[in-house]
T-cell receptor
């Protein structure tokens, strides 16, 4: 059973507020990812990390930022939320060891609504 | 750019019917392929994966998928579905050593009693 946690699960917030979405995993995985998912659409990779102090932007441009100070923790921050940021945000992790192609383990997601 | 295409966005079928969901990708090199499932209210879970070897892979809950390299396809099948298979199914492809995924848009499957 994968242990990857996201908080909050649901968030409704006003425009202009700063928010941080939390993601933690207890599996010691080096790789972590953030995806954005809108209803009926594919998951889009917005950020990823190969390990501590490593962060990269994904395929979908995002105004959010991430940090990786500890292996188990990969928070995502929006400095000034806007209605266009309304979406579901999924965090995932995978094991760096071995060849590529390891499965990713997903958290339950945070559904963000910006009013 | 790489892409993953899932042919059906919505599928409705009766219990005991057979299910086949299509997945095609556009990438000519080595690929790792995955099917994930998301049951209502739950997080994404791995159904099965293909890295190498036998192109017919078996996963959990009676699902299987066949990798056909010449067709760039990785279709998911189940011979007899149950009501509990109602879920959204996502195909994903990984083409680099860092394990980044490209996902399809998903197929919503509804199984009626």
């Amino acid at each position: 059973e994968a242990d990857i946690y996201q908080t909050p699960r649901y968030l409704v917030i006003g425009t202009g507020k700063k928010i941080t979405l939390e993601c933690s995993q207890t599996m010691g995985h080096d790789k972590m990812y953030w995806y954005q998912q809108d209803p009926g659409m594919e998951l889009h990779l917005i950020h990823y990390s190969y390990g501590v102090n490593s962060t990269e932007k994904g395929d979908l441009s995002s105004e959010s930022t991430v940090s990786r100070i500890r292996t188990e923790h990969f928070p995502l921050t929006l400095e000034s939320a806007r209605p266009s940021h309304t979406s579901q945000y999924l965090c995932a992790s995978s094991d760096l060891s071995g060849t590529g192609g390891r499965e990713q383990y997903f958290g339950p997601g945070t559904r963000l609504t910006v009013t | 750019a790489q892409s993953v295409s899932q042919h059906n966005h919505h599928v409705i079928l009766s219990e005991a019917a057979s299910l086949e969901l299509g997945c095609n990708y556009s990438y000519g090199g080595t690929v790792n392929l995955f099917w994930y499932v998301q049951y209502p209210g739950q997080h994404l879970q791995l159904l099965l994966k293909y890295f190498s070897g036998d192109p017919l892979v078996k996963g959990i809950k009676g699902f299987e998928a066949e990798f056909i390299k010449s067709k760039f396809s990785f279709n998911l099948r189940k011979p007899s579905v149950q009501w509990s298979d109602t879920a959204e199914y996502f195909c994903a492809v990984s083409t680099d050593s860092w394990g980044k995924f490209q996902f399809g848009a998903g197929t919503q499957v509804v199984v009626t009693p």
